[in-house]
Every structure is written in C-alpha cells, then in structure tokens.
C-alpha cells in the first residue's frame, strides 16, 4: 500500500495543478512523518514541483506574449510585451531586451521588473553603452552567458541588480542573424545552471522566431507600400504630363492599344476615342504635308537604334494647328517588333518663341551694328565671337578678320593682365563693372577706352563668356589729366601753404582744410568735418559764434583779428580774412600770430629783465661795497663779543641781513644774467643725486621726492652753486604749492633737438642737450599767473615772497646757454623742464664735502689796492688781525708809489677790478714787472659784464666777488698764496 501510494502519488502530482500537488504532497509528507518515513523524498518532490512551476510560467508567459505577434506593428511593441508577460507571469524577477540593426547599433530597447535601474540602464543603453556579458555575446561563438556576483558581473554598475539570485544572458539571433540579446534574473529559488539555460535558450528560439515574423511583417507592408506608392506615382505622371503617353501598333495608322489623359488636351480627342481607333486613327491627326517625314522617321528608328525623335505639326478635334515634338522607341518580342511606345508633346510656343527669338536676334544685331558704342563678346580664354561696326572700325579690320582674334591683344603689354583679372573677379551675384584702360590701334596710337563689362554665366553658375561694351575716352581723359594737374597743383598750394585755409558750408560746418590749418587746431581733416565754425572760434572756448562769420552772409568779405580754439584747449591768435564763394560755401585764410606774440612777449620779457638788470647792475657795486664792510665788521663783532652778550645778538642780527641783502643782489643778478658764474664741467646726474639728501631734508614729510637719473653721465659746463639753485627754487616753489602734500620728481636724461623735427624750445639750436625735468602734483597756474610767472618781483605768495624765484631760475639758465620751459594747468601741477648744452669735455670730479675750516692766518705780505676807503679800511684789519703784514692803497698810481718805497718781498697784491685811472689788471702788469713772483687776487662788486671786459674772468685767474665775509676771503687768499708758481701763468 505505501509502495503504491508513492508511485500513484508521484504521477498524479505532474498531471495536476499546482495547488492540488502542493496539498498532496502536504498529505505525503504527514503520513512519512506518522510511519517514520525518509523527508527526502518529500522535499526532492518540492523542488521538482517549484521547479515544473517555473518551466510551465515560463512557457506559459511566452505563448501568452507571442499569441498575438500577427497583429504587432513594430518589434519594439514585441518585446516589451515579452518582457512584462515573463516578470508578470512570475517566471523572472527581471528581464531585458535589447535589438540592434544591421550595423549591430542598439536600435531599441525594454525592461521589465527593474525599476530605477532600469531607466538608468535604458539611458545607458541608449548611448550605446553594453554590459560585459552583453558585448561577449557579440561574436557567433556567443551563446548565453551565467552572470554570477564574483566574475564578469564584479566590474558592472548594474551587477547588482541582475546577480543576487543569478542572471542569464543569451543571444536573440535568427538564420546567422543577430537580432539583440535578452537578459532574465531568476527567482531566488532557481539557480542559474546548465537546465535553466536550456529553458532560456529556449525562450530565446521563440522570441527570436516572434521578431523574425515582425521584421518579415513590417517588410512585405514596407514592399507592398512602395509598389503602391509607385502604381500611385506613375498614375499622377501619367495624369499630370504635359503631353500624351502612349503604346500604338506598327501598323502605318499607328493604332493606339494605351493613351494617357494628355492626349485629349493635345488632341481634343479622349483616350478611348483614340484606343483602337475608334473615333479616329493618330495617323490621320498628322499634318497631311508631314506623314511622310513621320513614317519616314520611324521606319529609321525600326531598322536602326530602335528610338526616333522628330518634330511635326498635328491637326486637332477644332482644326488646330500645333506643332508638336515625340520622342519614341520601338518595342520588340523575340526580335519581332510588337509595339511602339512614346511621348508627345505640345511645343507650339517654343516654336513661336525660337521665331520671336530669332526676330529679336535680327533686331539685336540692327541694334548692335547701329550702335556709335564698340561692342564685342569673347570666351573666357578671349577669343573674340562676335564685334559691331563700330568695334571694326576702332581697330580697322573687317569683322571677320577680327573674329577668332585674342580681345587681349589689342591691349598694351602693361594692362593685360590687369584687364584680365579684373574680368576674373566678375561673379554670378556681381557680373557687372565698368572699367577703363589703354590701348593700341593698328597704327600704333595709344589711347583710352572705357567699358562697361558683363560676365555671362549658365544657370549652374559656369563662366561661358564676356561682353563689353565700350567707347573711346582718350579725350575725356586728357582733360581728365590736365583736370587733375590743375587740381594737383592747387591742392600742393593750399597744402603747403603756411596760412591756415578752412572752407565751409552755409550752417558753418567743415568741408575742407589744408594741413597748415589742422595743424593750428589740433584736428584731423576728419575731426574737423565733424565740427562747425563754431567750436573752434572764440578764446573762450564756449562755442559762441563769433560776429565776422554772421557777417559773411550779408557781406563778401571779412578781416579782423579772431582767436582760434586749439583741440587741447589752448589759444591760437591770428588774423582771419574770410571770402564768399558763392552757393552757400566760405573760405576763410588764418595766419598764425600765436608764435609772433610769443616772441612779443619774450622780446618784452627780455626788455623787461635787461631793465631791471641794468639797473641792478647799475647798483650792484656800490650795494656790494657798502655790504662788505658791514658783513666785515659784524662778523669781526662777533669775533671779539661772548656768545651770552646783547651786543653779539645785535651783531648776529646785523650779519644775517647782510647776508640776505648780499643773496638778494645775487638773485638780482642771476635774473638779469650778469653775475659771476663759476663754469666747470659738470656731470648733471650727479649733481641732482648728491643733492637728494638736501631735498628730502627740506621738503616737508608729506611730500614724496622721486628723482630718477639717465644710465650714462650728463656732461655740461654749469656754475655747480648756481644750478644747485636752480633746482632747490624748483623744490621750494613746488612745496609751497602742494600744501596738502603729493609728489615731487626729478628726472634728468639726455635729449636731441634735430634740425627738422618740432622746437623744443624756441631757444634751443639743433644739438644734444641734457634736461632736467622738475614734476611736481600741485595745484598748477591758472593761464594769467603762468603768464607773468618769470617777471622779475612777481609773486602769488604775499607778504614774505620777493618774486625773484623763478626769475632766478630764468636768468641762470638762460646765462648757462641753456632755456627753460614751463607746462602747467590749473589743478594738474607744473612740469618746469630745463635744457643745458651737452659738454663734450670730460667732466670734473664732484668736490668732497669738508668740514668747515677755521680762518686761515699767515705771516706774508699783502698789498691791499681798492679806491673805497671803509672796504679798504676792514679788508686791512681783518688780514692784519690774522698775522699778514699790510700795505694798502687808494688807486693804482698810489699803489706803485707805496711799492717804490718798499724794500722787501711782497707776496700778493689784492687788488679792486675797477678803479679810478688804473684797473686792476693793469696795476698788476706793472707790479709785476717789479716783483715777478707775486701773486693777485682780484676783487669786485661788479656784474660780471664789467668784470670781463677788464679781462678777469679769463681761465686761471683768481677772484673774489665783494661783498665777502671774513672766512670767505681769508680763505681765498690763503688759497692763492699756497697755489705752486706755474710758469706763464697770469697772476701766479
């Protein structure tokens, strides 16, 4: 009983349901388990239970999704519905399909059972991408692939999701064909081994079996769709012809067995009257005068290339003429000819359209040949095809010698191949232009041609010929030229002109103006046809029109003095005559006085200082002697009073104003460029450098000072004292104005005025100079200070300022040979450049600074010669004081006397310049004569005018400018008597 009941229970659970196996396979595993039976068994009929499960879902779900594949328009539809059915019928967790075209391109894709993965997989697949066990079974030897977690699935970003409970992957492919691939993950209760790919595999015979039928499917609609399409085309053409379609007999009346729709617009007949000639017989539809050349012509075509062409006249259903053109080809069955089949066409007005062409032609030529203008055309490689008249008779030749002719050879050598590049450019958007050139007539003369040159291209853009039409211009041109000439000559007139020329319209605009009157404003040409009269006239700048050109327009003609406004802002002065000249246009001449009135006011300038200078001048000798005996005896005061006395305050007093009385006679000097000047050579670069440390000492601490200096030396012969003057004025000056602080620099580098290239100062001659530019980022000068800026005594600065500053500046520099220029504005600062001639000498050593010495004594004799007896009287207590021993004089003539009356040596004679009745140059030359190695020292408060025409500045002699203080001529004349003796010199 137990042996049957396992045996009949085993066959009866595969022939039934799920359900009923399970529960008979329950009542089984009770009654093993009361008899004490082996579970075994039991547990193996589960497993072939769920697994008979899995193969009838799996077989289920794909009947079920392949029943209705008749009826699917595209794959797509296919295997998206084979992957729901498998996941939905729960054969599979998931499934992928992916197909690919004939080129093995993924061409369309589904999932099922994936979720998010699978969209991020679809995306993926889209572009392109396969997963490892995809692209190995791209090959023919690919069948399936197991994925599993630890092998070909590891590097996957989608392993997850296909190898937790086992994936299968298997070629979807047909007769060699690779139609895609399918990807199933099983149920967590199947593993993935040798029968479940035999299951897959077979799953995949039948999917590829089901897209194989699409494909085929959606082909033969394809096929069936394109015969239709192409019955549909022929149909419309048939329809649509212009012309009428047939198939006639071979039989003389050329019965017709097929006519198109065509044939009753061109006959009046319909079809079916003309099919077996019912109504009437084609033959008859000919023009009686030309059915002999039609039967004619297909009797050719039958015995020769089985096709004919011809052109003929038809008769139609209302006796209508047309002309018509056919064109047919013979058809033939076993060699027999069995049919004719053919085209006809209406070309009536093509017909009246060659006539009316061919008229038009004639017309054209009457036109051409009656034409005064030469006409030609030729090919692109110039052979001329046709010439008018007048063409022939430019050349004298007869237009059938021209013909075959080069057109480019009746041009000179020169012009060719210009001529013929300008041909070239022409193109299909611009085949016309106008172009003149030379020429050679048959007689050698040259002359001018002007033509007007198409380029005559086929529809598809190809260059077939040129035509040009032309007309002689030799004497145009001439004109021309001499026209040209003219205007040649005028405009180097006006452009070379120094006067200023403007000219201009009615409302004041620029139409033209020479160079010289750009140059005046400041404006280019093209700047100033932007601008009116009225921006430029008026000192002011404020664009008011000014009276003379309101004038212009009730009068002829206009002079008066009118102030021009330069682009920069400056003024140009100037005498203006403007003229009408006719049809609202003016010319106006503008001589530049703004140079003149420089010079002017330089001239007044100069008049001014050589004024005050001869008047300093004039003074300075007597202010210098009277200063020198009151520095004298102050400082000998100060000498002889303690330091804590009310006397020796009183005397410092004294000794200072007689300083700065003493420095103020200097400046006075310096501006009037009369004083003594001291000229070395000097090297500028390092001049400004060691006075760095002075500057910066005297400039307050919110001023930067920046100097920058050339790389090589600036050589030039300067007074060393008076250019460090110079430059300490300029540092003052520029503190004074920038009391909120800012910046202070000084450059200094060498610059050359060249012959022809702008002044850089009016007084500067072609050479090489040095300047020194002085910057400084003050408030600037507004026009009217900067214009009285170097006069003598004027100042901005109040009570407390002399005015001789920048005066001083002017006067040393203009007496060093050099000048100064000053740029300045209003609220931009000043920029003061000063220009020194470049020495070619080499240049002296810079003086170590030392420390100040003590007054210098000495026990030799000294002769004392000067006609102002207080002078006199202090020079000889201050050396005899120091241990000199002391003759003096009041003249030359007493001076000599004294010597007469002395015995012993004399050592030095120090002697005034100038003197009542004998000099001092010339007392020395006497006292000379009686003591040949005595020295001198001349003295003088004299500009150095007078100095030097007593010869006193010549090199090597010495000399102190009165007045002097004690140390200063102490110094000088212990300075003179320890100098060696040198033979020849004068005054050693």
Partial sequence: MQKKHKSAGIHDIFACSSTHVSREIDAMEDTLAAQGGDRRVVDSLRKACARLEHVHCVHRAVRRS??????????????????????????????????????????????????????????KLEAGWLPRCGRDLLTPEGGYCQAEAGGICASCSFGSACSQQGSIVTRLARGGQLLGMMSVTLPSH?????????????????????????????????????????????????????????????????????????????????????VGNRAVAYNTLVHPEDRAMVKETVDAGVSGSDSFEMEYRLLTRDGTEKWVWEKGSVVRIGGVVVALEGFVTDITQQKHAIEGLRWSNRRYRILVEDMPAMVCRFLPDGRLTDVNESYCRMFGMAREELLGQNFFAFLPPAVRDPVRDHFLELTPENPMDTYEHEVINPTGRRGWQEWTDRAIFSDDGELREFQSIGRDITERRRAEEALRASERRYRAYIDNSP?????????????????????????????????????????????????????????????????????????????????????????????????????????????????VGRLAAGVAHDFNNMLSPILGYAELLLDELPEGEECYGYSLEIKNAAERSRNLVRQLLAFSRKQVLRLDPLDLRAIVAGMQPLLRQTLREDIALTVSLAETSCPVRADMGQVEQILMNLAVNAQDAMPDGGELSIAVRMVVQEADAPRLHLDLSPGEYVLVEVRDTGHGMDPTTAEHAFEPFFSTKGKGGTGLGLSTVYGIITQHGGAVRMDTRQGEGAVFSLYFLREEEPVAEMPEVTEEKAVASGHETVLVAEDNEVVRNMTVSVLTRLGYRVFDAAGGEEALAVLKNHEGAVDLLLTDVVMPGMNGRELYTRVSQLYSGIRVLYMSGYSDDVIAHHGVLEEGIHFIQKPFTIEGLTSKVREVLDIACCAGAPGS
Avoid at 79 to 96: F, H, K, P, Q
Avoid at 194 to 209: I, K, P
Avoid at 524 to 544: N, P, Q
């Fill in 499 to 611: 006067v200023g020329i403007f000219i201009f319209g009615e409302e004041g605009g620029f139409v033209e103006a020479n160079e010289a009157a750009c140059r005046m404003v400041g404006y280019t040409r093209s700047e100033l046809a932007a601008l009116k009269v009225i921006d430029i006239v008026g000192a002011d700048g404020t664009g008011k029109r000014a009276p003379n050109f309101e004038r212009l327009k009730r009068e002829e003609h206009v002079r008066s003095e009118t102030p021009l406004h330069h682009k920069n802002g400056a003024i140009i002065h100037g005498i203006i005559e403007a003229v009408a000249l006719g049809e609202g246009t003016y010319m106006a001449y503008f001589i530049d006085q703004t140079e003149q009135r420089k010079l002017q006011s330089q001239l007044q300038q100069v008049q001014k200082i050589e004024s």
């Fill in 190 to 274: 199947e593993t993935a081994g040798d029968e479940e790919a035999c299951l897959v595999q077979e799953v995949e015979v039948e999917v590829s079996r089901a897209i194989e039928g699409v494909n085929r499917d959606l082909d033969r609609a394809e096929t069936e769709a394109g015969l239709g399409e192409s019955r549909r085309v022929m149909d419309t053409l048939l329809k649509n012809l212009p012309g009428m379609a047939y198939r006639c007999k071979y039989d003389g009346e050329w019965t017709m067995v097929l006519v198109s729709r065509g044939g009753y617009e061109l006959t009046g007949y319909h079809p079916e009257e003309m």
């Fill in 66 to 123: 392949l029943a209705v594949t008749s009826g699917m328009k595209s794959p797509e539809v296919l295997i998206g519905n084979v992957c729901r059915t498998l996941v939905d019928a729960g054969g599979y967790e998931s499934v992928w399909i992916v197909l690919f075209g004939t080129d093995r391109r993924q061409r369309t894709w589904a999932q099922s059972g994936m979720g998010e993965k699978g969209e991020a997989l679809g995306r």
